[in-house]
T-cell receptor, first 112, second 111 residues
Framework: NAGVTQTPKFRVLKTGQSMTLLCAQDMNHEYMYWYRQDPGMGLRLIHYSVGEGTTAKGEVPDGYNVSRLKKQNFLLGLESAAPSQTSVYFC???????????FGQGTRLTVV | DAKTTQPPSMDCAEGRAANLPCNHSTISGNEYVYWYRQIHSQGPQYIIHGLKNNETNEMASLIITEDRKSSTLILPHATLRDTAVYYC????????????FGGGTRLMVKP
């Protein structure tokens, strides 16, 4: 039981490049979330999903897209990376209401 | 979701109890109080949550005031490994109601 796994752990992008961050969970959880955390700040929600095939915008969705084609995977895409997207990205999953969320170990992304 | 207020930082001596306060004066009747912590740059870790009764697990105790306007997370015997940022979050347990993180309290456990 690996929990929540994020791929990759580190990445450096040039401005304008695209990439996809993968979040995989093996706990059969319905809810999945993508957050970003800038230095010295709390986590901010980018997008989330309440089930396979569904996605919704969070607090800071601009510049990102997501997909949840399979229940166990939640993908975060950057179509045209910008330096302002330099951050640590965390994925989380939750089994249902009144339960705890499990977080991945983060992806450290630098856009130059 | 109701807003929470936490002190930005606290110190605690190793082996002593750490009492972390959280104010949530605008909490509504169906909102739960959750606590998470983030050690260094790792992903946040769930600690405990409750609605109105006090709760205890192997990590901590959660004391919620009778009017539910504030709560305290208690780490009974703090260790150096408990040094982290602690987040108090209030949340309605409805589908899609996400966790909203504020600034948290940076707890420093000192030898």
């Amino acid at each position: 039981n690996a929990g929540v796994t994020q791929t990759p752990k580190f990445r450096v992008l040039k401005t304008g490049q695209s990439m996809t961050l993968l979040c995989a969970q093996d706990m059969n959880h319905e809810y999945m979330y993508w957050y970003r955390q800038d230095p010295g700040m709390g986590l901010r929600l980018i997008h989330y999903s309440v089930g396979e095939g569904t996605t919704a915008k969070g607090e800071v969705p601009d510049g990102y897209n997501v997909s949840r084609l399979k229940k166990q995977n939640f993908l975060l895409g950057l179509e045209s990376a910008a330096p302002s997207q330099t951050s640590v990205y965390f994925c989380a999953s939750e089994g249902g209401l009144n339960t705890e969320a499990f977080f991945g170990q983060g992806t450290r992304l630098t856009v130059v | 979701d109701a807003k929470t207020t936490q002190p930005p930082s606290m110190d605690c001596a190793e082996g002593r109890a750490a009492n972390l306060p959280c104010n949530h004066s605008t909490i509504s009747g169906n909102e739960y109080v959750y606590w998470y912590r983030q050690i260094h740059s790792q992903g946040p870790q769930y600690i405990i949550h409750g609605l109105k009764n006090n709760e205890t697990n192997e990590m901590a105790s959660l004391i919620i005031t009778e009017d539910r306007k504030s709560s305290t997370l208690i780490l009974p015997h703090a260790t150096l490994r408990d040094t982290a940022v602690y987040y108090c979050i209030v949340r309605v347990n409805n589908a899609g109601n996400m966790l909203t993180f504020g600034g948290g309290t940076r707890l420093m456990v000192k030898p």
